[in-house]
């Protein structure tokens, strides 16, 4: 299985960047999907996860309303599109797979990506 996350970058506070994965070696559309982040010198966090057939969402606190989560299971990829960016914002993305039910916690994920960074600048 592999994930291999892409578009991260510099952005001004304020500004819009969408991060995108794609998986293989995996039924993807069994799959939660599930973007995560860590800052440095903090624990990794969730962010956003979408189940395989999309029609469970969920947002951490800091993401609602600023960061949309979507999928495309004939592409085998999904995508976090953030909005109003903010410096707290700045971390590494994850995105990652998990073969259960959507869950917010890093332990039931069963796969991960590398990390793409993302720097919000003030």
């Known amino acids: 299985v592999q994930l291999q996350a892409s578009g991260g970058g510099l952005v001004q506070a304020g500004g819009s960047l969408r991060v995108s994965c794609v998986a293989s070696?995996?039924?993807?559309?069994?799959?939660?999907m599930g973007w995560f982040r860590q800052a440095p010198g903090k624990e990794r966090e969730f962010v956003a996860a979408?189940?395989?057939?999309?029609?469970?969402?969920a947002y951490a606190a800091s993401a609602k309303g600023r960061f949309t989560i979507s999928r495309d299971n004939a592409r085998n990829t999904v995508d976090l599109q953030m909005k109003s960016l903010k410096p707290e914002d700045t971390a590494v993305y994850y995105c990652?797979?998990?073969?259960?039910?959507?869950?917010?916690?890093?332990?039931?994920?069963?796969?991960w990506g590398q990390g793409t960074q993302v720097t919000v600048s003030s």
């Open positions: 990652a797979a998990d073969m259960g039910a959507l869950d917010y916690s890093k332990r039931q994920y069963d796969y």
């Open positions: 070696g995996l039924t993807f559309r069994s799959y939660t």
């Open positions: 979408i189940d395989g057939r999309a029609s469970i969402i």
